[in-house]
Structures are given as structure tokens and as C-alpha cells.
């Protein structure tokens, strides 16, 4: 009854519609129909504060279905498909010989899911606009109540906002392309056909994170993995199970139980290690879980990992953990008590020109990160997708972990603390349990700045909230060479910082006013990584090693040579790495020998090594000895 009277008052609306369309022009002047501003406004995607409960941890382990492959989809560029007049998320589908709907999804074309939409059809390569997925659902919602099932829609990442509806109606909001959120649909579920709709749009905005400016393709859609996840009715939300800061035996963590009975019984297992806790959560659902084992520590060298199992009277996960301990001593960096020199390599997460999204995907990237004789990536300027850093646990890279908070970011704009935060903690929520990540970048390159200081000093401070057993690093802007042939780092943000990053490209943008050996960078009593520094070439061509507008491979193997004598230098330098690994896309980088990519890779985009490539193999080879 209800869902007929539902589809009377929507062909009601429609003829009511198809009259306004008629006149639009009329009302909005001839160049065709705009939503009224009031009904843009109300209908624009919520901010971030809105976003879904805490997305669950350790999705492998979880009773789960994968939505991954063909969705249909409606191509949406000037965004006003989310407005009550276009209403693309009623999903209207004709009946009857009279009716059509342009804003539905008969007939439509597909989009693969994993995938950014861009690089999947040509006339969506330089789309920055709206695209609705639609899929449908076939659930058996009675057995899952009889059984008191819980289910959620979990989303590895959509950029660069995401609104969420089933059968009609939304579920929620979420802003930020590079953090998993998730909804709860139990009961939003019909029985048999349910139909799930994506608005994913990857417009730009001034109060983005990233902004309106960044060197990188912005590739939008569901580019990442999507799951239905289906919980008991008391489940296990999340728990943090690493060492605690300072030791290398003892277990500091704790277990959130989240649903109708939270205050259950938890227990924590490592057979191998004879470990198995017991304990109790509050009314909460939180647990303390507090252990001591002789753990052999996960380092690169030996990234040991141990079969951890969490598990209540109705739930139960398990996961390989490793457990190694971090540090800062002065200017220097500690893993499992020894100073560690960070041999890295930047790069972003795209692989044959498109956006990457797959175990494969990050599986070739970390090879080729270890191929160069890398113990360390920076994952370049957003948290990749979550295959990347269960890879690194696994291959032994330790891993820089970063929220877009990229150079102009509008610190002063309403919402923006609480947006930043947010996104903070969908990172660390997702990766705590890494041994491999052992930094959380706050920040790339943001300038100085009243607002900028006071946000990104409590954004260090929250991050240490959310997680001691890590070290908070930012990339900075490097200084200038002064007369006196030094560099000098005086940005007010490293007091807020463990180990500070410099992006310095002397040698490129900055020629060098004299050589590099004579370069002295002053001491600031942390460790230093030089977390970027690099130079462009085409691969395949090749002339002088002393013309920069050359674009040839030999300046830019010259350009390492003379950087390196330099590094060689910094007493307390901890780490470098270059920028970048692998060409990749880029819309500010239009010249003709570029074509749309940025080319300070050590490889092209295709994976071929350009004359560079040996010159840091070599030099991480020397440093290994
Ligand atoms: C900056 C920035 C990178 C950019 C690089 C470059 O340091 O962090 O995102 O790609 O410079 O100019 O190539």
C-alpha cells in the first residue's frame, strides 16, 4: 500500500515536474534550468561532522559480501542531481508507455567499482562533477533478523565527497577521497530488491582538504573497495592491539565493543606466544588489554608477524600484528631501540595511468619501492588504500602515512578544525594496527601562518591522543640558502613535531648559489628527513647533464649526484627520499614534454628506469653496508 501511494505521488510530481521543466527557461532565463539557490543549498552534500559511526576495523577478518565490479551509473557534470527537482537518488524508473525519466538509470552506461571514473570512459577524463552509481541488493533481510545481524555498506574511499541513500533514502554524507567510511542499513533493508545510489562528486573546493590546488590527477569516484559487512548484533568495532611507547615486551591496547550489549567478556590470543587475556569491557564496550610477551619485533629486515585474535561470546576477528617499538633520542630515530636511517622513495597511488585501488596495484608499487634498496615509503599526500599498508607489514617497508593537508588549505574556514580532525582519525582508526606505519603526516607544505600554526599544533596534539605508540611528522617547505651558504629551518610547527620533514629542491627550482658540499644545514635537535628533493626527465631522452630545460635523463642523474653530496653532509639527517618513484599525472603539468605528467620520477610511468634510478640504488646500497 504504502510503496503504491509512494509511486502515485512521484507520477504526480513528475507531470508537476515535466510542467516546471517546460517553463524553467521561463523562470531562469533562457540559458536553461538552475535549481533556485535555496534548493542547491538545502540539497548540497553535508559536511564531513555528518559522517558515518567509526568505520570497522580489520575489514578482511569480517563476515563480509564485496560489492566490487559493474554498477550502473548516471554521469551528472553540473552536480545538481543531489537537488529535490532533479532527485536522480529516487531512482525513478519508467512504467508505462507514457513515462521517462532522463535523470534515471534505464539504459544507463557502467562504471567497474573499484575505480576512479575518469580513466573508464574518455568523456569522462577531465570530469569534475557529480556521478551517481546505483546497484542493487538482493538481502535476506528476515533471516538476518532472526539471527540479529547487523549490516553496513563500508566504502574504502570515494572521492572526493560521497552521499549514500537505499530504496530512496540517504543514509549519509562523507567528505574526504582517501579515508573508509561506512553506514549501517540494517534497518533501512527491504526484503528481496533494495537499490543502493552513490553520489560521489570530485569537484575542488576552497575548503577542501585537499583545496582547489594540488600536483596531482584528481581521479573522483568509488575508487576504492566496497562491502557489505555484516555484524552480530554486539560486535567488535575496533581495538588497538601494538606495544606500548618505550618497550619492547609489554601490550598496552584496548578492544571497543560497539551494538545492543556492549559490556561483554573480550579476549586477546597469540598462541605462538602462549598469550591469551581476558577481560571485560565497560557499559561503553571499551576493554583495556594490557600483556607482556617475548615478541621477536618486526623490523624490515625481519617483518615478523603474529596471529592476533580478538574475540567476544558473539564475535570474533583475527589479524597478523607485528609489534616493534619506536622512538626519537635527540635528532635521532629509534626502531627497537637502534637508530634507523630512513632509505625512502615517494610516490603517489596511481599505476598505469589511473587511479591504484588493488592488492596487485600496491603489491608492484612496494616492489618497486624495494627494488630500489628502499626500506621506507612516503605515501604521497593522502593515505593510500588499505591493501598498501598491510602490504608494507608484510614486505618489511616502514611506511609515512599523510592527510592531505596540501599547501593552500583554508585553515580559518568554518568546520575546518573539526573537518581536520576527522579526517585524521579515519586515517589512524584504519592503520593503527600497521607496525609498518610508523608516522602520521599532519601536513605537505603549508605556509606559516597564525591559523595555520594554532590548527595543525592541535592537530599534532590529537594525533598523540589518538595514538602514542607513533611519531607525528609534517613535510615543511625548505628554507632558503642564506649568504652564509646555511639553511636554517625556523618554522614554529616543528616544536609541535617528533621528526621533521623538508621538501627542498636545490638544484632545480632553486639553482645552487654555490656547491652543494658547501650547503651547512643548521641543527634543530630532531631528526631531519629530507622528505623530498628531485628533478624532471623524459625517459628515452637523453643529451647534456647540465641543461635543466633539456628535460634530459642525464641532468636529472646529475641533479641526484650533486643532491646526495649534499645529504652526505647533514649529521642528523634520519632518512630521504625522493620525489618521486614514478612519473605520474598531473593537470599543472602541461608542457609538451610532460603531457599531463609530473616527471621526476625515477621511473616513467611505465615502470622503465630512467639513468637516476641508479644513481639512488646505488647510494641506498652504499648506506645499507
Ligand atoms: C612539492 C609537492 C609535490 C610536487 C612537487 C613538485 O614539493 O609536495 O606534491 O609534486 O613539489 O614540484 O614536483
Given at each position: 500500500?504504502?510503496?503504491?501511494?509512494?509511486?502515485?505521488?512521484?507520477?504526480?510530481?513528475?507531470r508537476?515536474?515535466?510542467?516546471?521543466?517546460?517553463?524553467?527557461?521561463?523562470l531562469a532565463?533562457?540559458q536553461g534550468?538552475?535549481?533556485?539557490?535555496?534548493e542547491?543549498a538545502?540539497?548540497?552534500?553535508?559536511?564531513?561532522?555528518?559522517a558515518?559511526?567509526?568505520?570497522?576495523?580489520n575489514?578482511?577478518?569480517r563476515?563480509?559480501?564485496?560489492?566490487?565490479g559493474?554498477?550502473?551509473?548516471?554521469?551528472?557534470p553540473?552536480a545538481?542531481g543531489?537537488?529535490?527537482w532533479k532527485?536522480?537518488?529516487?531512482d525513478?524508473?519508467?512504467?508505462g508507455k507514457?513515462?521517462?525519466?532522463?535523470?534515471?538509470?534505464?539504459d544507463?552506461?557502467t562504471?567497474?567499482?573499484?575505480?576512479?571514473?575518469?580513466?573508464q570512459?574518455?568523456?569522462?577524463?577531465?570530469?569534475e562533477?557529480?556521478?551517481?552509481?546505483?546497484?542493487a541488493?538482493?538481502y535476506d533481510?528476515?533471516?538476518?533478523?532472526r539471527?540479529g545481524?547487523?549490516?553496513?555498506?563500508h566504502?574504502?574511499g570515494a572521492?572526493?565527497?560521497a552521499?549514500v541513500?537505499?530504496?530512496?533514502?540517504?543514509?549519509g554524507?562523507?567528505?574526504?577521497g582517501?579515508?573508509?567510511?561506512?553506514?549501517?542499513?540494517?534497518?533501512r533493508?527491504?526484503?528481496?530488491?533494495?537499490r543502493l545510489?552513490?553520489?560521489v562528486?570530485?569537484?575542488?573546493?576552497?575548503?577542501?582538504i585537499?583545496?582547489l590546488?594540488?600536483?596531482?590527477?584528481?581521479?573522483g569516484?568509488l575508487?576504492?573497495?566496497?562491502?557489505?559487512?555484516?555484524?552480530?548484533?554486539?560486535?567488535i568495532?575496533?581495538?588497538?592491539i601494538?606495544l606500548?611507547?618505550?618497550?619492547?615486551?609489554?601490550?598496552?591496547?584496548?578492544?571497543?565493543?560497539?551494538?545492543?550489549?556492549?559490556?561483554?567478556?573480550?579476549?586477546v590470543?597469540?598462541a605462538?606466544?602462549?598469550?591469551?587475556?581476558?577481560?571485560?569491557?565497560d557499559a561503553?564496550?571499551?576493554?583495556?588489554?594490557r600483556?607482556e610477551a617475548?615478541?621477536?619485533?618486526?623490523?624490515?629486515?625481519?617483518?615478523?608477524?603474529?596471529?592476533v585474535?580478538?574475540?567476544?561470546?558473539d564475535?570474533?576477528?583475527?589479524?597478523?600484528?607485528g609489534?616493534?617499538s619506536?622512538?626519537?633520542r635527540?635528532?635521532e630515530?629509534l626502531?627497537?631501540?637502534?637508530?634507523?636511517?630512513?632509505?625512502?622513495?615517494?610516490?603517489h597511488?596511481?599505476?598505469?595511468?589511473?587511479?591504484a585501488?588493488?592488492?596487485?596495484?600496491?603489491?608492484r608499487?612496494?616492489?618497486?619501492?624495494?627494488?630500489?634498496?628502499a626500506?621506507f615509503v612516503?605515501?604521497?599526500?593522502?593515505?593510500?588504500?588499505?591493501?598498501?599498508?598491510?602490504?608494507?607489514d608484510r614486505?618489511?617497508?616502514l611506511?609515512w602515512?599523510?592527510?592531505?593537508v596540501?599547501?593552500?588549505i583554508?585553515?580559518?574556514?568554518p568546520?575546518?578544525?573539526?573537518?581536520?580532525?576527522?579526517m585524521?582519525?579515519?586515517m589512524?582508526?584504519?592503520?593503527?594496527?600497521?607496525?609498518?606505519?610508523?608516522?602520521w603526516s599532519?601536513?605537505?607544505e603549508?605556509?606559516?601562518?597564525?591559523?595555520?600554526?594554532?590548527a595543525?599544533?592541535a592537530?599534532?596534539q590529537r594525533?598523540?591522543?589518538?595514538?602514542?605508540?607513533?611519531?607525528?611528522?609534517a613535510?615543511?617547505?625548505a628554507?632558503?640558502?642564506?649568504?652564509?651558504?646555511?639553511?636554517?629551518?625556523?618554522?614554529?610547527?616543528?616544536?609541535?613535531?617528533?621528526?621533521?620533514?623538508?621538501?627542498?629542491y636545490?638544484?632545480w627550482?632553486?639553482?645552487?648559489p654555490?656547491e652543494p658540499?658547501?650547503?651547512v644545514?643548521?641543527?634543530?635537535?630532531?631528526?631531519?628527513l629530507?622528505?623530498?628533493?628531485?628533478?624532471?626527465?623524459r625517459?628515452?631522452?637523453?643529451?647534456?647533464?647540465?641543461?635543466?630545460?633539456?628535460?634530459?635523463?642525464?641532468?636529472?642523474?646529475?641533479?641526484?649526484r650533486?643532491?646526495?653530496r649534499?645529504l652526505a653532509?647533514?649529521p642528523?639527517?634520519?632518512?630521504?627520499a625522493p620525489?618521486?618513484?614514478?612519473?605520474?599525472?598531473?593537470?599543472?603539468?602541461?608542457?609538451?614534454?610532460?603531457a599531463?605528467?609530473?616527471?621526476?620520477?625515477?621511473?616513467?610511468e611505465?615502470?622503465?628506469?630512467?639513468?637516476?634510478?641508479q644513481?639512488?640504488?646505488?647510494?641506498?646500497?652504499?648506506?645499507?653496508?
Amino acid at each position: 500500500m504504502a510503496i503504491r501511494a509512494e509511486f502515485a505521488a512521484v507520477r504526480l510530481l513528475r507531470r508537476l515536474g515535466a510542467v516546471l521543466l517546460a517553463c524553467a527557461p521561463l523562470l531562469a532565463g533562457a540559458q536553461g534550468y538552475t535549481p533556485r539557490p535555496q534548493e542547491r543549498a538545502a540539497a548540497a552534500p553535508t559536511s564531513v561532522a555528518e559522517a558515518a559511526s567509526a568505520p570497522l576495523t580489520n575489514l578482511p577478518a569480517r563476515q563480509r559480501r564485496s560489492l566490487n565490479g559493474t554498477w550502473q551509473a548516471l554521469v551528472d557534470p553540473y552536480a545538481d542531481g543531489i537537488s529535490q527537482w532533479k532527485a536522480i537518488w529516487k531512482d525513478q524508473t519508467a512504467t508505462g508507455k507514457t513515462q521517462f525519466f532522463e535523470y534515471g538509470f534505464d539504459d544507463s552506461v557502467t562504471l567497474e567499482v573499484p575505480g576512479d571514473f575518469n580513466t573508464q570512459r574518455p568523456d569522462l577524463m577531465w570530469l569534475e562533477g557529480s556521478v551517481w552509481y546505483r546497484k542493487a541488493l538482493d538481502y535476506d533481510v528476515a533471516a538476518a533478523r532472526r539471527a540479529g545481524r547487523r549490516l553496513f555498506v563500508h566504502f574504502g574511499g570515494a572521492n572526493y565527497r560521497a552521499d549514500v541513500f537505499l530504496n530512496g533514502q540517504k543514509l549519509g554524507s562523507h567528505e574526504g577521497g582517501f579515508t573508509p567510511f561506512q553506514f549501517e542499513m540494517t534497518d533501512r533493508l527491504q526484503q528481496g530488491d533494495n537499490r543502493l545510489l552513490v553520489h560521489v562528486n570530485n569537484q575542488r573546493r576552497k575548503d577542501g582538504i585537499p583545496a582547489l590546488g594540488f600536483d596531482w590527477f584528481n581521479y573522483g569516484g568509488l575508487t576504492r573497495d566496497v562491502d557489505l559487512v555484516e555484524t552480530p548484533s554486539t560486535y567488535i568495532q575496533d581495538y588497538f592491539i601494538q606495544l606500548a611507547p618505550g618497550s619492547q615486551r609489554r601490550v598496552d591496547g584496548w578492544v571497543k565493543l560497539a551494538g545492543s550489549a556492549p559490556g561483554q567478556p573480550v579476549r586477546v590470543r597469540i598462541a605462538e606466544l602462549n598469550v591469551d587475556v581476558r577481560a571485560q569491557a565497560d557499559a561503553n564496550g571499551y576493554a583495556p588489554v594490557r600483556f607482556e610477551a617475548p615478541f621477536v619485533l618486526w623490523s624490515p629486515a625481519q617483518p615478523r608477524l603474529y596471529k592476533v585474535q580478538v574475540s567476544t561470546p558473539d564475535d570474533a576477528l583475527e589479524e597478523d600484528i607485528g609489534f616493534r617499538s619506536l622512538a626519537v633520542r635527540g635528532d635521532e630515530i629509534l626502531l627497537n631501540g637502534e637508530p634507523v636511517f630512513l632509505r625512502g622513495v615517494n610516490f603517489h597511488e596511481e599505476i598505469d595511468g589511473r587511479r591504484a585501488h588493488s592488492k596487485a596495484d600496491a603489491r608492484r608499487m612496494l616492489q618497486h619501492a624495494k627494488d630500489l634498496g628502499a626500506n621506507f615509503v612516503r605515501l604521497a599526500h593522502y593515505p593510500h588504500n588499505e591493501h598498501v599498508a598491510r602490504l608494507a607489514d608484510r614486505m618489511g617497508l616502514l611506511v609515512w602515512e599523510e592527510i592531505p593537508v596540501y599547501q593552500g588549505i583554508d585553515f580559518a574556514a568554518p568546520g575546518m578544525q573539526a573537518k581536520l580532525a576527522t579526517m585524521l582519525a579515519e586515517m589512524i582508526g584504519r592503520d593503527r594496527n600497521r607496525a609498518a606505519v610508523v608516522m602520521w603526516s599532519i601536513a605537505n607544505e603549508t605556509s606559516p601562518g597564525a591559523e595555520r600554526n594554532a590548527a595543525l599544533s592541535a592537530l599534532a596534539q590529537r594525533a598523540r591522543e589518538l595514538d602514542r605508540s607513533r611519531l607525528v611528522a609534517a613535510a615543511l617547505y625548505a628554507p632558503g640558502i642564506d649568504d652564509g651558504h646555511r639553511v636554517a629551518v625556523t618554522d614554529p610547527l616543528v616544536a609541535s613535531l617528533d621528526v621533521v620533514g623538508v621538501n627542498e629542491y636545490f638544484g632545480w627550482y632553486v639553482p645552487w648559489p654555490v656547491e652543494p658540499e658547501q650547503v651547512v644545514w643548521k641543527p634543530f635537535g630532531k631528526p631531519l628527513l629530507i622528505t623530498e628533493f628531485g628533478a624532471e626527465a623524459r625517459h628515452g631522452h637523453h643529451g647534456a647533464d647540465d641543461v635543466a630545460s633539456a628535460w634530459n635523463e642525464e641532468f636529472q642523474a646529475e641533479f641526484y649526484r650533486k643532491q646526495l653530496r649534499m645529504l652526505a653532509r647533514i649529521p642528523f639527517l634520519r632518512g630521504s627520499a625522493p620525489w618521486v618513484l614514478m612519473d605520474f599525472r598531473s593537470p599543472v603539468r602541461m608542457h609538451p614534454f610532460q603531457a599531463g605528467y609530473n616527471r621526476k620520477g625515477l621511473l616513467s610511468e611505465r615502470g622503465e628506469r630512467k639513468l637516476a634510478w641508479q644513481v639512488m640504488r646505488d647510494y641506498y646500497a652504499e648506506s645499507e653496508r
